[in-house]
């Protein structure tokens, strides 16, 4: 727990009943502005972080888990796998591979896409 966390509890366990209540909703009324004004957010679209010259497979599957945070890391966890096996055991450049992890990403945006249109119809 952090300092602040002790601290905020600290002070919470000596409010009285009323006034422990009073607490908690100012900070749910706080919580939702955040979330109202999105905030708390993820973003929807694709952030534009361009791909460097010179990028490891690893850099380059960092940037496009920041240039895709909406997408699930679990879903791509098999495919980004094997392509750094690709690139690791079988020799494949890194750029070819780099490529193909655009590719891939993309797809999965895109499938997402798919999916929240086809919820709302």
Known sequence: M??????LLR???GLSPARRLALLEYAEFLASRDEAEGL???????????RPAQESVVKAIQRLMSSYPMLD???LLHETSAQMTRHLI??????????ELEIIFRRHYETRLEESSNETQ
């Open 40 to 50: 708390n957010a993820v973003p929807q679209e694709p952030l534009e972080i361009p």
């Open 2 to 7: 952090s300092g602040e966390s002790k601290k």
């Open 11 to 13: 002070l919470f366990r």
């Open 73 to 75: 890391r679990n879903k």
């Open 90 to 99: 079988h020799g494949v450049p890194a750029i070819e591979v780099i490529d």
